[in-house]
């Protein structure tokens, strides 16, 4: 390398490009589907993405009206469930894709749950590096949380969302009427995100939720709506703040390392949404034994939770010496120190500078599941 010169170029890009995209909230957006398609098709051609059980309940219906209005429109359908979020789904689906001419301006629409969300934005985060899409979460959960900042990702066999992409879609339109057919066991699934998000940034809409529990898991309209409307806008806050999860959006890791834990030693039997329920009881206990929350809060978050069946006895059958193992995997760690965020109170987190995922000692942790277990 002595008498070679060495050449050092550079490349400016400017900063990044905003990016704006509305979530609209609305009962029937999805029959009405003239009133807003036009505000995102750049051409006459659409993809709709979504599972089987979802496609039957409304994307042959939405294709068969798209079609009809001079679309020119596929519909891709995937079998249900976290086991389809994968390269080999993505690959059938790309494959697909190709065959019907889709290009980058072609729209795709992710209808579905979560899983769709994910894999169908992944599938165009990558189609042709990056091809428009919007999301129709039909899912509570999907509402409340993953169809909203981008995140988009599959399962790998060495983990869960471990491949993926930041990908804002274009607009998210979340039909409120769609989840008159979701079982109530997926209805409560997404609602414990939506109370992960007012525990750790909003004490007056955890309080709303209190109130209204029956209301809401009856999905009666204007408490049903207040809710979602409220935790997407601090979701959407958090994003704008922080979309590549630097700091602040770590927040919505709360409760999360836990149900990480209980998720891998359920081998996934638990659903996503209650893993994360147990999570908050155990993360709020660590918390309270750090002095950080006050036992009367605690007690109050304690109670809610088991309004809707999520008690310590859900623990039972977990060595707690797994648990913590099993903690040490998590994503956040550094060094295999668990990290975790704290509440301060409800409706807040310990918070530094916007740092708010802090390294916990294990004996405090241990004591915390030793405290639950009895
Ligand atoms: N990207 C993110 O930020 C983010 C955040 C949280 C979760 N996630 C991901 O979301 C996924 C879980 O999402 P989910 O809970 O929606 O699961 P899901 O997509 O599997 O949907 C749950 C079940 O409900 C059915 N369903 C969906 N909508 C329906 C409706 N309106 N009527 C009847 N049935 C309906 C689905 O077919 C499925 O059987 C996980 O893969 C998780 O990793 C992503």
């Known amino acids: 390398m002595a008498n070679s010169q060495q050449i050092n170029l550079q490349v400016n890009l400017p900063a990044k490009v905003a990016h704006h995209y509305p979530i609209v909230i609305e009962p029937e957006l999805l029959t ?12 006459k051609k659409v993809i709709i993405i979504s599972d089987d059980n979802v496609a039957k309940l409304y994307g042959q219906n939405f294709y068969a ?32 894709m190709f065959a019907f001419g889709c290009d980058r301006h072609t729209l795709c629409v992710a209808l579905g749950g979560g899983v769709v969300g994910d894999l169908a934005g992944f ?5 042709m590096r990056g091809m428009n899409y919007i999301q129709i979460p039909t899912s509570l959960l999907a509402m409340i949380d993953s169809s909203v900042g981008g995140k988009t990702a599959v399962n790998t066999s060495y983990g869960k969302n471990i491949i993926g992409a930041f990908w804002q879609p274009r607009a998210v339109i979340m039909d409120t009427e769609l989840l008159k057919t979701l079982p109530r066991e997926q209805v409560i699934n997404g609602f414990f995100e939506a109370i992960k998000i007012f525990l750790t940034l909003d004490a007056e809409q955890f309080n709303f939720c209190c109130t209204n529990l029956i209301a809401i898991l009856n999905l009666e309209h204007t408490p049903l709506v207040q ?30 390392t836990v149900a990480h834990a209980i998720e891998k030693l359920s081998n996934y039997k638990v659903l996503h949404g209650y893993a994360v329920a147990i999570g908050m009881l155990v993360e709020a206990k660590i918390a309270e034994i750090s002095g950080l929350l006050s036992s009367a809060d605690y007690k109050k978050i304690a109670d809610f939770l088991a309004e809707l ?8 059958g977990y060595q707690v010496s797994e648990l913590i193992s099993a903690m040490r995997g998590d994503k956040k760690n550094k060094n295999q120190e668990i990290v975790l965020v704290l509440l301060a109170g409800i409706g807040q987190v310990k918070n530094i500078d916007n740092k708010v995922a802090f390294n916990v000692d294990e004996k405090v942790i241990e004591a915390a599941f030793n405290t639950l277990l009895v």
């Open 123 to 127: 599938t165009a985060a990558t189609y």
């Open 32 to 43: 009405n589907w003239q009133n807003w398609i036009k505000d995102y098709a750049d051409t």
């Open 65 to 96: 009206e798209l079609s009809a209005a001079g679309y020119q429109c596929q519909l891709l359908d995937f079998e249900a469930g976290e086991a389809s979020k994968s390269a080999s789904t993505k690959l059938e689906l790309e494959e697909k």
């Open 227 to 256: 809710m979602i409307s409220q935790a997407v806008a601090l979701k959407a806050h958090v994003v704008e703040v922080d979309e590549q999860e630097q700091n602040l959006r770590m927040i919505l890791n709360f409760g999360h």
């Open 309 to 316: 069946e999520i008690t310590p006895k859900l623990l039972a």
